[in-house]
């Protein structure tokens, strides 16, 4: 694993946590908190709804944490037990270790989480790197995936070096600049005044992960034996989002593959969530 301070400074690590800590009490259901040994360090996870209900695996974004599944998980743990997990080596409460952006790392990562759980079979959601991280499970176990929701996922075409050439540039000009990213990244959409500023935080006090992102190969997506539910926007200024569903389509059972391109939407996709949970109620297309 790679040797590498995720922060900037401890003082900076120490405002994000504490505003994590200020979201986190703000969460809108019961939960718990667990802390999951794995062989990549410790996980921190928020756990809701009923234990005895179907379990659903959320994964985030880069550069946040679990916070930004407040939104969802008010419907989303109405009728599945719950696991809002921080992904190591991100802004959030799990240890700060960097596997190498492998597959079988995130892969081993994730069924540490689901042995310790108790998990034998699991719906996953992933926005992102955390769909990247899902896809990364879901290719190598797919009999441990009951049902796959991909967000804007990176892994299935490369991502644009246009907007990290752009992003390396803005980072140059302090708040200004970053007041660009987040145009750049949400668009049209009004984002609540917590999202920016803790967005502007991290952006602040936090080294993100520059290495390239591992593509996945034909066969490999080719295991996706489970339902797929994959979420784009037309307008994805980091991923190739046309292309990447376009893959998809070609190489999934169209039995088993839903696809959902929104129009005039960027990286960021928000108000799913009920077609989300329709999907996994259905447990097919």
């Not at 790679?2 to 120490?14: L, V």
């Not at 040994?37 to 994964?59: C, H, M, Q, W």
Request: with cysteine.
């Amino acid at each position: 694993m790679k040797e590498i301070k995720i922060f900037k400074s401890e003082e900076g690590k120490t405002q994000i946590i504490n505003y994590y800590d200020f979201l986190l009490q703000r969460w809108p259901v019961p939960c718990e908190y667990l802390n999951i040994k794995t062989r990549y360090g410790n996980t921190f996870v928020i756990a809701s709804g009923d234990k005895d209900k179907e379990p659903v695996i959320l994964l985030h974004g880069s550069s946040t944490n679990s916070a930004m599944w407040m939104g969802d998980v008010i419907k989303l743990s109405k009728d599945y037990r719950v696991y809002a997990v921080d992904i190591i080596g991100e802004p959030g409460k799990s240890d700060e270790s960097r596997p190498e952006l492998q597959p079988e790392n995130y892969s081993n990562w994730i069924m540490d989480i689901l042995t310790e759980l108790k998990i034998d079979k699991v719906n996953i959601i992933g926005n992102s790197l955390g769909g990247w991280m899902a896809l990364s499970f879901s290719t190598i176990n797919p009999d441990k995936v009951k049902s796959l929701v991909l967000i804007a996922t990176s892994g299935i075409a490369s991502a644009k070096k246009s907007f990290l050439f752009k992003v390396i540039l803005l980072s140059l000009f302090g708040k200004m600049g970053m007041d660009k990213i987040n145009g750049i990244v949400y668009g049209k959409l009004v984002m609540p005044k917590e999202v920016l500023e803790f967005g502007n935080l991290v952006f602040k006090n936090y080294n993100p992960r520059m290495d390239g992102l591992y593509v996945f190969n034909d066969n490999e997506l080719k295991n996706l034996t489970m339902p797929v539910y994959l979420l784009v926007g037309d307008k994805d200024p980091l991923l190739p989002s046309i292309k990447t569903a376009n893959r998809l389509d070609k190489l999934l059972n169209k039995d088993k593959l839903k696809i959902k391109i929104i129009k005039d939407r960027g990286h960021v996709i928000v108000d799913s969530i009920d077609d989300i949970i329709r999907f996994l109620n259905k447990g097919y297309v």
